[in-house]
């Protein structure tokens, strides 16, 4: 079968006697988002509701989004350690070079770090193919440098790949990303250079579209995920993920970092769902898929 977005893809899909570790059916795996925009450039949203004429650079979105490196991060990373929980955490590269105290703190601390794309607004799908070779070379040798050790994992800014995207990524030595939407489990990508697992991201448990679009709050965000997970595990038959994920400009506020650490706590000891990094979730279907 060949993929629906990847150029040259042939996908290999997971059976219907997929399991995750410990035969469970449920998969959730702990994102935090910590991202930073280029020099001049400002995130594409922001709390304020009226727009700005055309051509203002909004000041407000931008220093909105500049309080994940000042406050938000460090809040999201003490919630994971009170519950002793490891996450994948996707890092602009911007920040190896503007934050890399923090980076080297992440990777200390177990957590996954995740390739982000040099900075948010770069998005593939708006670059020619040379340029998204140039941003994941780039990206790649910013936080290697830092981490102490090339990501194996990667999504794109608002995980919008080129269509050659995943091709450049398994070049670079990659083993995963997070640029599908088009499965409740991961699958596996073959080009004649190698593999590459496509894990999806989904966005049901996200506080950004939660609460900057759909305008709910922190508790709905808890109940959201209470609701869907005794859904799956009442009625489902086959393996599937879910994703909790919070922004560091976002759910890293005081007002929602506890939410965060509430969905957490729901399921770090619970024996029927398993919880797991983006990359341990590579290395088990990899091992799965011959």
């Known amino acids: 079968m060949q993929d629906a977005v990847a150029r040259g893809a042939r996908v290999t899909r997971l059976g219907r006697d997929f399991r995750w570790p410990g035969r ?28 700005l004429p055309a051509g203002v650079f909004d000041t407000n ?38 934050t890399p105290d923090t980076i080297k703190a992440i990777a200390a601390a177990g957590h996954e770090i995740v390739a982000h794309a040099y900075a948010q607004e ?11 070779e140039a941003d994941i070379i780039k990206t790649t040798e910013v936080l290697t440098a830092i981490a102490g050790g090339q990501p194996t994992g990667w999504i794109s800014p ?27 489990r991961p699958y596996v990508q073959k080009f004649d250079g190698g593999r590459i697992v496509a894990i999806p991201l989904t966005m049901e ?19 959201e995920f209470d ?13 599937l993920m879910i994703d909790v994920t919070a922004h560091a400009h976002c759910y890293g506020r005081p007002s929602g970092a506890w939410a965060f ?11 029927d769902v398993w919880v797991g990094t983006r990359g341990e979730i590579a290395s088990h279907v990899l091992g799965a898929v011959k």
Do not use: C
């Open 24 to 51: 469970r059916l449920v998969a959730v795996v702990f994102n935090v988002a910590y991202e930073a925009w280029s020099d001049g450039k400002t995130p594409g949203l922001g709390p304020m509701g009226n727009p």
């Open 61 to 98: 979105a931008l220093s909105w989004g500049h309080y994940g490196q000042v406050r938000g991060i460090e809040r999201l990373l003490k919630a994971l350690d009170r519950v002793k929980l490891k996450a994948s955490v996707m890092v602009s590269g911007v920040l190896a070079e503007r």
């Open 122 to 132: 770069i998005v593939p799908a708006a670059l020619a193919p040379d340029a998204v």
């Open 158 to 184: 608002r995980g919008t790949p080129a269509r050659n995207s995943a091709e450049l990524l398994l070049k670079a030595g990659y083993r995963w990303h997070g640029d599908v939407f088009d499965d409740d």
């Open 205 to 223: 448990i996200n506080d950004l579209p939660h609460a900057m679009r759909f305008g709910r709050s922190p508790r709905q965000f808890v109940e």
């Open 227 to 239: 609701n869907l997970l005794g859904h799956v595990l009442a009625v489902e038959d086959e393996a």
């Open 261 to 271: 650490e509430a969905v957490a706590r729901k399921v770090m000891w619970r024996d």
